[in-house]
């Protein structure tokens, strides 16, 4: 293994500086919701997602043809044409659509990584798929969790695990950082139910008052989608792997959702 290949985790965006040497991949992680929506949205067909910090930056892309998406405090932002959710995405008509999106956390810490070499987002519904790119690349991997207002979450950080879990025969770990190690602790224990190990986590409390159980379940079932979204010029777009062997997907599948 080369001495350039480790996996590090950052527990929340203000950590990201610290870790940052510059020729890193970049994973944003916001499985409660951001980045599996931004996920079923690409694999649903949309061309691209601009994502934006603010509400009126959002409103400026709809004169150049772009639908908005994107929550505050959970709910669709008055005026957006889609939420954040990502049932919000499947649908037909969204198919080569460009969207412009802002969520509380999520596209926050795009913008920390947007100038980096190379932005990508990871969530439990591309997880094999995820691993199996990153198993090809020749580069270190800062897992960025948008956490919540700056602070830990847990989904965030049992995705992260799950990346140290499934890549670590790949990538050492980052030699000056043990988030790593406890973020694949925690995963380990939370696995075999991620959804029962986060019935006390702040996001799923936070979401259950509106109601959307559905979108938490969802976002924590492995294995749905084969695709992994990518920056490229400032939009997230889809990376179209050469040589990648696909991994087995799970039941479902988003035609049929
Ligand atoms: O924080 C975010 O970016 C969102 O994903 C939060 S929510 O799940 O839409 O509430």
Request: hydrophobic letters at 40%; one cysteine or more; charged letters at 20%.
């Amino acid at each position: 293994m080369s001495p350039q290949k480790y996996i590090e985790v950052c527990f929340s965006p203000l950590l990201f500086p610290a870790a940052l040497q510059g020729n890193e991949i970049i994973v944003v992680i916001d499985v409660l919701r951001a980045s599996s929506s931004i996920a079923a949205a690409i694999g649903n067909g949309v061309k691209k997602i601009v994502p934006v910090a603010g509400i009126d930056e959002c409103f400026s892309y709809r004169e150049k043809g772009y639908l908005l998406a994107g929550e505050r405090k959970g709910i669709k932002v008055s005026g957006f044409d889609l939420g954040n959710s990502p049932f919000d995405f499947m649908n037909a008509n969204l198919k080569g659509a460009q969207i412009a999106m802002t969520t509380t956390n999520g596209t926050q810490a795009v913008q920390l990584a947007k100038n980096t070499d190379k932005v990508i987002f990871g969530c439990f519904l591309n997880l094999n798929y995820l691993v199996s790119w990153l198993q090809t690349q020749n580069q270190p991997i800062i897992c960025l969790c948008a956490g919540w207002e700056n602070k830990f979450n847990m989904e965030d950080t049992l995705f992260a695990g799950a990346l140290v879990h499934h890549l670590k025969g790949h990538y050492g770990l980052s030699d000056n950082c043990d988030a790593s190690i406890a973020a694949e602790q925690l995963y380990i224990a939370a696995k075999n139910d991620l959804y029962a190990f986060l019935e006390n986590s702040s996001h799923r409390k936070r979401l259950a008052k509106l109601n959307i159980d559905e979108d938490v379940k969802y976002c924590l079932t492995p294995n749905q989608l084969q695709v992994i979204p990518i920056m490229e010029n400032g939009a997230i777009v889809k990376l179209n792997p050469q040589h990648l062997e696909m991994p087995e997907l799970n039941v479902h599948s988003i035609e049929n959702k």
